[in-house]
């Protein structure tokens, strides 16, 4: 099963997205219903996405994104949903609030990162992220590369990120990498890097994708992702 949400099929000029060469999600564009009307930079200019496939390939992802919107909504409607797959990557997670123009993070947890994975016996071709918490992982011990089984709550956010929550009879079936480097040294060492939000899963300065963080509801001016695994990303001179 393929995350449509997070399909990116058309250009826009709008200057918001010079910045990911104009590639626009669907799930933007189903949000904004700016397509093929377009949608109003000023009041006197109208700017419309531009499919970058054919109108028949078009007609086909629309049947598939049906099929997919019917599949999400079941799952979320039921309090438990199976998963297993391949961990790529055990992160920690952070909650995030900027007050007065500092910014503070928390500790809260850890994120298991899939990507991809069997979910009620559907493979999933994205990323899913399971969110468990210290106590757990402790008590777990999950290391990158581990096949892991578990069940938890179905979420699928307005960007179209699939994340797991509340999981339970979590279970190492296959071990994988036999080092865990998250230990409490290791956090306290972290030199976080965050960046603005936008609309797009990768880093603007490296490769790695970004997690789906927290934020503290009272304290949101801003919202900021992070770097995940955590790397030196500081904004090059010459990449704006």
């Given at each position: 099963?393929k ?14 997205f ?16 700016c ?9 006197r ?28 909504a ?108 998250w230990?409490?040294?290791?956090l ?44 030196d ?8």
């Open positions: 099963m995350n449509y949400l997070k399909s990116i099929i058309f250009n826009c000029q709008h200057p918001q010079e910045i990911n060469d104009y590639r626009v999600r669907y799930w933007h564009v189903l949000k904004r219903k397509f093929p009307q377009g949608c109003l930079i000023d009041e200019q109208p700017i419309a996405p531009v499919l970058t496939i054919s109108q028949a390939e078009y007609r086909d992802f629309i049947a598939g994104f049906k099929v997919f919107q019917k599949w999400a079941s799952r979320s409607k039921k309090l438990k949903s199976n998963f297993i797959g391949v961990v790529q990557y055990v992160a920690p997670r952070f909650e995030i609030a900027l007050v007065e123009g500092t910014l503070f993070y928390t500790f809260i947890g850890y994120t298991l990162v899939y990507k991809e994975c069997l979910i009620d016996n559907t493979f999933f071709e994205d990323y899913v992220y399971v969110l468990i918490d210290k106590k757990t992982q402790d008590k777990m011990n999950f290391h990158d590369d581990d096949t892991v089984s578990g069940c938890g709550r179905f979420n699928i956010d307005e960007k179209g990120i699939v994340s797991i929550t509340k999981p339970t009879k979590l279970k190492t079936i296959i071990p994988g990498s036999p080092n865990n480097y230990d409490n040294q290791a306290a060492d972290i030199s976080l890097r965050h960046i603005d939000y936008l609309q797009q899963d990768n880093c603007l300065e490296c490769h790695w994708a970004l997690i789906n963080t927290e934020w503290h509801p009272h304290k949101k001016q801003h919202r900021f992702q992070l770097c995940c695994p955590f790397k990303c500081s904004p090059k001179e010459d990449s704006r």
